[in-house]
């Protein structure tokens, strides 16, 4: 269970932050409505300037348009018929056009009559004007008309029959009488009253419109409207310092406020983890079996947990505190304790630990072993030593059980060692008693004919050398028993076969089976032990002629080879086989298939094998039969 002031910081964290989230929240939404509000105002204010600029720049185009009537009003006075007067209207025409922004051409008219300009055609635009003058004895603007690719407008003024026309381009008006500032700030358009563009003028990039404003021309030019849009609006220096000071102030409280928030989830889950982990410690301590007990650098206890606790019969009160001679140390054994003592004060406690005799609060002795390492704290600095306290009493009861059993089964493997020895001797040496007692039988009728003395001789002969080879089987099997390692030799197979079939050859032509053997040309030299592989071979040719008894066909196949670097023997028969239920048992010692068996002979052929660090194995003959191969290391 955690302590009551975790507790109650852990349960609370979402009401703890309801607050900061509360004013910080509101704080971004003081700063966004500031933010609003500045930006509204400058809008509103970035607007009045742009009306006061449009109306501004209204007036200076009306103002222009005033000083292009009152520079009219001296052309009505002069007249083309008059010689000395032509030239004055020539003179006045040039001024007009080199210091009136947007004259392309003036002209005088007598009635309908053209008496002084350029000759030109008369747009029907014009033409209307003309009307209107007459009617109106005032000057009257005429409607924009196309002339030349470029749009104009005409100023009209009428005196008695005498009418004065100015030409106006609106391209050229706006180039000359828009300032330059005007239009780096704005782009000035003027609009017929259908929409379309007459003249225009910016130095600002076009992008997306930000302020706008429109107004018309009137009276000069019918249906002429002034169009000014803001495609780059100034913003304000203080309101953008003020701007990145509440971005960076909102980034620096927002960034604060979650490291706050992420160092108190941390403190938060490493307080749970350090509870999670003192109580996950506590229940290992306290389900340890082995004693723990720790001694700060003067030798008193500090900590014990229940497993030491309830090995010596004490309370951890009771050893808390404690300097040596400490209540639990055996009295019989005092000096033991204090060595081991004063070896751990040294730093020179055992590695491998020290057995130790406790004794029990109730008397009874405990055995233990004593693994002392030193104690270091978090910093580095050792602050004692620790000492892990194993009971050993049951381990040192059973290890003198175990001591006496092993007493009787070295006495019970020595009676089966002996057994396994007469059982081999009875099976190895049956061939070469065997054989023995045949040459016998034939050395007792040759010594009767004295006509055979030469063939009784090698009949001596071969019965010395059956006589040495059963000794030699006596020996090697005495030693494989024995578990002794193996005294190889080099080894000729070929001739360790064909000896092997030299032996087994008589009986085989007793029961009518006939034995061929498969060798290649030339077989290599294996380090091997003779006797015993021999023996290994004969069994196996043993067994398979006691598995063709009863065929009517009988053959078995001896054959070698050399595969992957191993030496592969094989004997092969066409007997009756082996029973499936039976082959995974048929290297088990004291299991045969036969009526009389012993069941040693296969046992001790892989034995043989394994000791030449090779396989004996059994296969299903697929011509009928059974075949057992070995593979031997070259």
Same mark, same amino acid.
């Given at each position: ?122 747009? !029907? ?50 180039? #000359? ?67 990145? !000071? ?25 307080? $749970? ?9 506590? $229940? ?25 606790? +309830? ?20 009295? !019989?054994?005092?000096a033991t304790h204090e060595q081991l003592f004063q070896q751990v004060l040294a730093g020179n406690a055992p590695l491998h630990g020290q057995p ?86 034939? $050395?007792r009728e040759l010594a009767q004919q004295p006509q055979q003395q030469a063939l009784l001789h090698s009949t001596l002969d071969k019965i010395a050398?059956?006589?040495? +080879? ?39 032509? #007793? +029961? ?55 030496? #592969? ?66």
């Open positions: 269970m955690l302590p009551p002031a975790l507790t109650s910081s852990s349960s609370s964290p979402q009401r703890l932050w309801l607050w900061p989230r509360i004013a910080l929240v509101l704080f971004l939404l003081a700063m966004a409505s500031l933010l609003w509000y500045s930006h509204r105002e400058e809008r509103e204010e970035q607007r009045a300037v742009l009306i006061s600029d449009v109306l501004w720049m209204e007036q200076d185009l009306r103002f222009h348009f005033n000083q292009v009537e009152e520079q009219l009003r001296p052309l009505l006075q002069l007249h083309p018929q008059q010689p000395d007067q032509l030239a004055r209207l020539q003179q006045h025409a040039i001024f007009m056009q080199n210091n009136s922004a947007g004259i392309v051409a003036s002209q005088l008219w007598q009635g309908r009559q053209l008496r002084f300009g350029p000759q030109q055609g008369v747009p !029907a635009e014009l033409d209307a004007a003309f009307r209107l003058t007459q009617a109106s004895r005032h000057a009257v603007f005429s409607a924009p008309f196309k002339y030349q690719r470029e749009n104009h407008i005409a100023v009209l003024l009428q005196q008695a029959n005498i009418t004065a026309v100015a030409w106006i381009s609106l391209p050229r008006l706006i180039e #000359q009488q828009v300032p330059w500032w005007f239009a780096h700030r704005y782009q000035l358009v003027l609009q017929d009253w259908q929409g379309q563009v007459l003249a225009s003028k910016s130095s600002v990039e076009a992008g997306a419109a930000q302020l706008s404003y429109q107004l018309a021309l009137e009276p000069p030019g019918h249906g002429i409207n002034l169009q000014v849009t803001a495609y780059q609006v100034q913003s304000s220096l203080t309101r953008n310092l003020l701007v990145a !000071a509440v971005i960076c102030l909102a980034i620096i409280l927002l960034y604060s406020w979650w490291r706050l928030r992420l160092n108190l989830q941390q403190k938060l889950q490493a307080e $749970a983890a350090l509870q999670q982990e003192h109580a996950f410690r506590q $229940a290992m301590e306290d389900s340890l079996a082995v004693g723990m007990r720790a001694r700060n650098l003067e030798g008193r206890i500090i900590y014990v947990n229940p497993a030491f606790c +309830r090995m010596v019969g004490y309370s951890a009160a009771e050893l808390i505190g404690s300097m040596p001679p400490h209540p639990y140390w055996d009295p !019989a054994d005092i130790t005799t406790v004794r029990h609060r109730d008397g009874h002795l405990v055995q233990t072993m004593v693994y002392t390492a030193p104690l270091i704290d978090a910093s580095g600095v050792q602050r004692g030593w620790m000492s892990s306290v194993v009971d050993v009493s049951e381990q040192r009861r059973v290890e003198a059980l175990t001591h006496k059993q092993e007493q009787v089964l070295q006495q019970t493997a020595k009676l089966v060692t002996m057994g396994e020895m007469a059982s081999t001797l009875a099976h190895e040496l049956n061939q070469p008693l065997m054989a023995l007692s045949s040459y016998a039988s034939a $050395a050398e059956q006589a040495q +080879r059963a000794a030699r089987i006596v020996k090697r099997i005495r030693e494989f028993v024995g578990r002794r390692e193996m005294e190889p030799e080099t080894t000729d197979i070929s001739r360790m076969i064909h000896d092997a079939i030299s032996l087994i050859a008589p009986e085989a032509r #007793q +029961r009518k089976v006939k034995l061929s053997v498969e060798l290649p040309a030339a077989l290599p030299m294996l380090q091997a032990d003779r006797i015993l592989l021999q023996q290994v071979l004969l069994n196996l040719i043993n067994n398979a002629l006691d598995a063709c008894a009863g065929m009517e066909k009988r053959q078995i196949r001896i054959s070698a080879e050399v595969v992957e670097n191993q030496l #592969q023997l094989c004997v092969c028969d066409n007997g009756k086989g082996v029973a499936a239920a039976d082959e995974a048992r048929l290297f088990e010692a004291f299991y045969s298939t036969k009526p009389q068996g012993m069941g040693m002979g296969l046992a001790i052929c892989r034995s043989i094998i394994e000791n030449h660090h090779g396989q004996l194995w059994f296969e299903p003959n697929p011509d009928g039969g059974s075949c057992f191969r070995c593979c031997l290391p070259l």
